[in-house]
């Protein structure tokens, strides 16, 4: 037997969408995020670096750590300005890259 009960929780068939921010606790986000079409060009040499420098030009959501896998990436971000939801964040910087 599973220890999830599945019918109190069941499958997910996409996504949660949104993030929740309370205001009295702080707001940490397990993310990932996949390439176009899966191909595999994260671990190309200037990958890093790319990814590195759109988020430092957006100062909407800071990001902790994170893994470059080579069609998609793990992170932790959290919000630094609320007024920019986590979307719009993270469809800034792929357009950047």
């Known amino acids: ?3 999830i009960d599945n019918e109190k929780y069941p499958k997910r068939r996409k996504p ?8 009295a606790n702080p707001t940490i986000v397990f993310l990932t995020v996949c390439t176009k079409d899966r191909k ?3 671990l ?14 957006s100062n909407a959501w800071k990001v902790g750590y994170y893994l470059l896998v080579p069609d998609h990436i793990h992170l932790f971000c959290s919000p630094a300005d609320l007024n920019i ?3 719009r964040w993270v469809s800034y910087w792929k357009r950047q890259v």
């Open 1 to 3: 037997m599973s220890w």
């Open 85 to 87: 939801s986590m979307d």
């Open 40 to 42: 595999q060009w994260l």
């Open 44 to 57: 190309l040499p200037d990958a890093g670096i790319c990814l590195f420098d759109a988020w430092q030009k």
């Open 16 to 23: 949660a969408s949104g993030v929740h921010i309370d205001l």
